[in-house]
């Protein structure tokens, strides 16, 4: 069974960091680009960012270039999203994803797992 | 960036009723090379991630109910349900995957029953 758990999630004032982690379990995790995705409160879908199967290719969105690092750990199936630079627009659930099947990149694909999701709050 | 625009932004059906969902993409998700939409459905429900149901604008995700189906193509697409049940109460996204990035949703459509 495909599972996707996420952690690292809180409070943080702005400007602060955070490090969220999404440990994955059920497949075969290198053979799948994973992402995040977030949702402000009662808003709609965000994506944020995007890493390969093997690591080697990122993308972000424009709202969190720069500030937002994605990275993955193949042997241990956790993958990761450092958050710095926090803003109040930050605040969301976010989501992490995987994606259906094997496609070289990342992003060719729709998902077919989530997470549960994990609560991020930036306010002072 | 493709847009993704969804309409009606929400709608009130009776149960048994046909509900339609519409997606329209700013540009054509369609890819001459394999003649394939990069379009996807999702429904999400109160306090829950999103859940596929619908790849390649009309394939239905395993163990998703026949009443869901997609169609549609270039930058057209519909969503239907064609008889509501109590269950199929939630939001719904259509989402593009067609350009290298970045990857966008539709603002989401919430369906109630009437």
């Known amino acids: 069974e495909v599972q996707l758990l996420e952690s690292g999630g809180g409070l943080v004032q702005p400007g602060g960091s955070l490090r969220l982690t999404c440990a994955a379990s059920g497949f075969t995790f290198s053979n799948h680009a994973v992402s995040w995705v977030r949702q402000a409160p009662g808003k709609g879908l965000e994506w944020v960012s995007a890493i390969s199967g093997s690591g080697d290719g990122t993308n972000y969105a424009d709202s969190v270039k720069g500030r937002f690092t994605i990275s993955r750990d193949n042997s241990r199936n956790t993958f990761y999203l450092q958050m710095n630079s926090l803003r109040d627009e930050d605040t969301a659930i976010y989501y992490c994803?995987?994606?259906?099947?094997?496609?070289?990149?990342?992003?060719?694909?729709?998902?077919?797992?989530w997470g549960q999701g994990i609560l991020v709050t930036v306010s002072s | 960036d493709i847009v993704m625009t969804q309409s009606p932004d929400s709608l009130a059906m009776s149960l048994g009723e046909r509900a339609t969902i519409n997606c329209k993409s700013s540009?054509?998700?369609?890819?001459?090379?394999?003649?394939?939409?990069?379009l996807a459905w999702y429904q999400q429900k109160p306090g829950q991630p999103p859940k596929l149901l619908i790849y390649w604008a009309s394939i239905r995700e395993s163990g998703v109910p026949d009443r869901f189906s997609g169609s549609g193509s270039g930058t057209d697409f519909t969503l239907t349900i064609s008889s509501l049940q109590a269950e199929d109460v939630a939001v719904y996204y259509c989402q593009q995957y067609y350009s290298n990035l970045p990857l966008t949703f539709g603002g989401g459509t919430k369906v109630e029953i009437k």
């Open positions: 540009q054509s998700v369609l890819s001459s090379s394999n003649n394939k939409n990069y």
């Open positions: 994803a995987k994606e259906l099947g094997f496609c070289s990149g990342a992003g060719c694909l729709p998902f077919d797992y």
